[in-house]
C-alpha cells in the first residue's frame, strides 16, 4: 500500500462537502463569556493529535460513518457465503489449504462478532446482541466475555495507571533482569516469538474459561463431526487455532510498534489512544477480506461506534481532509519486526509528559536476544 497514492486517491474520490470544515466550525462569533469558557476548555484539554477544531470535523466524521444496516446484512450474506464453501471444501478435500482458508473465515466472523460486541454492527443495540450471540459459536468464543475484557482494553488503552491484561508487552529489560530466575526462564520460553502466538492461541481459544466457554468453542465442530467425521472436526479446530494465532499476531501489531502511547491518567485522551496508540497496518487485498477493516485501527480506537464495513471508507475521507498526518502507518518490514517485540526499552514503559514530548523520554519496545542481535525489532 502507498499512503501519499492513497491520500491522493482519497481527495479526489470524496467530496469534503459533506464534512464541516474547520472554517465552520470555528468561525462562530462568541460573547467574552464564550470566550473565557474556551480558554478554560483549552487549558483542560489534553487532546494532542488534532487541533481543537480538527477534533470537531473528526467527531462529525466518525458519526457519519456510523452503522448502516444494510451494509450489515450485505456483510453477513458475504460472510456466509464464505463460510459455508470453506468448510464444504474442507469436508471434501481435507487438505491443509482448505484449513487455511477456514481460518481467514473465522478470523472475519470474529471481526463481525467484535463490532456486535461493541453494539456497533447494527443500529440497534438488540440486533447487535443478538448476531453476537449466533456469531459466538462461528467465532469460536463466548460473546459476552469478549465483550467485558474488550470494553476495559478500549476504555484504558494508553493509561499507564491501569494494567492492560489484553495487550501482549507488559514488562520492561529492566523488570526481566530483576525477576528470579524461577519466573524469569519460563517468561523467557513462553514470551518468545516464534512461540508466543501459537501457544496463546491454544490458551485463550480452547484452554482458558472452559465452562463459559465450552459451548462456543465445541458446538460447531461436534456438528461437523456427526456430518463429516473425524477428520473435518480435527482440521476446523486446527482452522481456529490458526485464526487465534492471526488474530493475536493482528492486535499486537496494532498497539506494539514503536512509538507506543504509554501516559498518566490525567494526560490520557481517547482520540490520542487511537491516532497515536493504534496502527494503520498495510493489508492488501484478499486479505482486508478477512481482517474486515480492523487495520484502520487508529479510526477503531477514536470510536467504536464506526464498523468494520465503514472504517476504510472513514479513514480515507479522513485523509483527504488532513485529519490523520500523525498516525502510526506499518507498512510490511516494520510489521515484520515489531512482530519480535517482547519487552519495553531500559525500565521506561510510559511517558511523564505529552506522547511525542521532545524533552522526556519516550517509552519503546526491544526483544530478547539473539533477535535483538540480528536487528529484529523496530528501531524507528
Not at 50 to 76: C, M, N, S, Y
Not at 214 to 222: M, Q
Not at 339 to 364: R, V
Request: charged share 15%; proline share 4%; hydrophobic share 40%.
Amino acid at each position: 500500500m502507498n499512503f501519499a497514492n492513497m491520500q491522493k486517491a482519497a481527495q479526489s474520490r470524496y467530496s469534503v462537502s459533506s464534512i464541516p470544515q474547520l472554517t465552520e466550525v470555528c468561525s462562530d462569533s462568541s460573547s467574552s463569556d464564550d470566550e473565557d469558557n474556551k480558554n478554560k476548555m483549552k487549558k483542560q484539554r489534553v487532546t494532542k493529535s488534532v487541533t481543537e477544531g480538527q477534533e470537531k470535523v473528526l467527531v462529525a466524521l466518525l458519526k457519519k460513518h456510523g452503522p448502516r444496516d444494510g451494509k450489515a446484512w450485505r456483510t453477513i450474506m458475504v460472510s456466509a457465503i464464505f463460510w459455508g464453501s470453506t468448510v464444504s471444501y474442507m469436508a471434501y478435500s481435507e487438505s491443509l489449504l482448505s484449513t487455511f482458508l477456514v481460518s481467514f473465515t473465522i478470523v472475519r466472523n470474529f471481526m463481525i462478532l467484535h463490532d456486535a460486541c461493541h453494539l456497533s454492527f447494527f443500529k440497534s443495540t438488540k440486533h447487535n446482541v443478538m448476531l453476537a450471540k449466533g456469531m459466538q459459536f462461528f467465532s469460536q468464543f463466548e460473546w459476552s466475555t469478549w465483550q467485558s475484557t474488550h470494553n476495559h482494553h478500549h476504555h484504558h488503552l494508553g493509561d499507564n495507571s491501569v494494567i492492560d491484561t489484553s495487550l501482549t508487552v507488559w514488562f520492561s529489560e529492566e523488570d526481566y533482569s530483576k525477576m528470579p530466575l524461577k519466573f524469569r526462564i519460563p517468561f523467557r520460553l513462553i514470551r518468545d516469538p516464534m512461540l508466543f502466538f501459537p501457544i496463546a492461541s491454544a490458551w485463550v481459544f480452547f484452554i482458558s474459561r472452559p465452562i463459559i466457554q465450552f459451548l462456543p468453542r465445541y458446538t460447531v465442530p461436534a456438528i461437523l463431526y456427526y456430518l463429516f467425521g473425524f477428520k473435518t472436526f480435527l482440521l476446523y479446530n486446527c482452522a481456529g487455532w490458526m485464526a487465534g494465532i492471526i488474530g493475536l499476531a493482528l492486535f499486537h501489531l496494532q498497539h506494539q510498534v514503536n512509538t507506543p502511547y504509554r501516559v498518566s491518567k490525567d494526560r490520557k485522551s481517547m482520540i490520542d489512544a487511537g491516532l497515536y496508540g493504534s496502527t494503520l497496518l498495510a493489508i492488501r487485498w484478499p486479505f482486508t477480506l478477512m481482517t474486515l477493516g480492523i487495520e484502520f485501527h487508529h479510526i477503531h480506537h477514536a470510536s467504536t461506534r464506526v464498523p468494520g464495513y465503514n472504517l476504510a471508507d472513514c479513514h480515507a475521507e479522513g485523509e483527504a481532509l488532513g485529519l490523520f498526518k500523525g498516525i502510526n502507518r506499518v507498512g510490511g518490514y516494520r510489521a515484520f519486526v515489531s512482530m519480535f517485540h517482547a519487552l519495553f526499552k531500559g525500565n521506561t514503559k510510559c511517558s511523564h509528559a505529552d506522547h511525542h514530548d521532545p524533552n522526556h523520554e519516550l517509552p519503546s519496545f526491544v526483544t530478547f536476544w539473539p533477535y535483538s542481535a540480528l536487528g529484529l525489532y523496530d528501531k524507528s
